[in-house]
């Protein structure tokens, strides 16, 4: 069975600070991955996605990933927080063998102090 | 588009009972999962229909179950309702050709 791990559970940080949140799966065939983001009080929504292609990936709000095949991490990045990011992040991973099944990580809460 | 929605938004149903949960998906996706959501577990797949048909399930007991209708809108039900099934119900729809998946609200079920 599939598995994804994320390394912090909770990240706090101060605006203008970069952040990479780590992010590693297990299996061994094609994948897709993905990054959700849950605000407070608000529905999961998606950061950015990995088909295939280019393994740097680009999201909304100055978002992006990387896949990194041979780790197989997909570690999430973004050069300058801001107070708004202040959510829940979760990794997820999605095998082509197995319809939508979106197998998650288990979040992790990033704090951004103004 | 409208989005995914989900009712109702909050449940408080009693130990042994059963609770039916529905989703309506964004127009035009034919694929709608589940997710149970808990502060102990985290987020954990349930099932995806699509076409009416139920395509994948997770490891959840047979007291959680679901359906699709001909209108893609789906329901998941849960039976013999136990203090342990207290948790954010998400449903999520996407297109065919297995693209990202849209989440709705979620329900928030409490079980006393």
């Known amino acids: 069975a599939q598995s994804v791990s994320q390394h912090n559970h909770h990240v706090i940080l101060s605006e203008a600070a970069s952040l990479e949140l780590g992010c590693n799966y297990s299996?061994?065939?094609?994948?897709?991955l993905f990054w959700y983001v849950q605000y407070p009080g608000q529905h999961l929504q998606l950061l950015l996605k990995y088909f295939s292609g280019d393994p740097l990936v680009k999201g909304i709000k100055g978002f992006e990933a990387e896949f990194i095949k041979s780790k197989f991490s997909f570690n999430l990045r973004k050069p300058s927080v801001q107070w708004s990011d202040t959510a829940e992040y979760f990794c997820a991973v999605k095998n082509n063998n197995a319809g939508n099944m979106l197998t998650f990580g288990g979040g992790t809460r990033l704090m951004v102090k103004p | 588009k409208a989005g995914v929605t989900q009712t109702p938004r909050y449940l408080i149903k009693t130990r042994g009972q059963q609770v039916t949960l529905s989703c309506s998906p964004i127009?035009?996706?034919?694929?709608v999962s589940w997710y149970q959501q808990t502060p102990g577990q985290g987020l954990q797949f349930l099932f995806e229909y699509f076409s009416e048909t139920q395509r994948n399930k997770g490891n959840f007991p047979g007291r959680f179950s679901g359906r699709q209708f001909s209108n893609s809108r789906s329901e998941m039900n849960v039976s013999t309702l136990e203090l342990g099934d207290s948790a954010l119900y998400l449903c999520?729809?996407?297109?065919?050709?297995?693209?990202?998946?849209?989440f709705g609200p979620g329900t928030r079920l409490t079980v006393t």
């Open positions: 299996y061994g065939g094609t994948v897709n």
């Open positions: 127009s035009g996706h034919r694929s």
């Open positions: 999520a729809s996407s297109s065919e050709g297995l693209y990202e998946q849209y």
